[in-house]
């Protein structure tokens, strides 16, 4: 994996954010942006949805992370066409790499909320990451967009 990007998971978990709010946070630093209201929000998903081990907040962030691209924002607005079909892929993907959408079963900790709000993520999680942002920017190109490119 991309040494630079290993550091800036590291950088930013070391920093208080989690597995999600890393994912998006990294994404939103592509447009030069931020939005912590974004990043409070999914913050909720941590840990497999409040630390409960259940559905990855690496797999939950990249599909939010497709939606800035191409899902629907305001009253009347239509999802572009190929949302779905990337949300798709994003899955299908992340559930044959990783053997498991389920955060207890990629990490190896059956109840993680023993940990609290404070817990270290492990080498596997930052490795979960960078697979995963590396193949929304792949995703996202096949389809004609840019990562960090919204603005």
Known sequence: MNGDMAFEVF?????????????????????????????????????????????????????G?????????????????DFREMMDEYMDWFENEFKSMDCRDLVGIQNISDFGEKISYPVKCGEIIQKSYTKLQDILDQHGYELGGRN
């Open 65 to 81: 992370i497709i939606g800035l691209y191409s899902a629907n924002g305001n009253v009347g607005e239509a999802c572009r066409d």
């Open 11 to 63: 950088k930013l978990s070391s920093s208080g954010l989690c597995c999600t709010q890393i994912m998006f946070k990294m994404a939103l630093e592509e447009d030069d942006g931020e939005n912590t209201d974004l990043l409070r929000a999914f913050r909720g998903m941590c840990g497999g949805i409040n630390h409960r081990g259940k559905t990855c907040g690496v797999l939950t962030a990249g599909i």
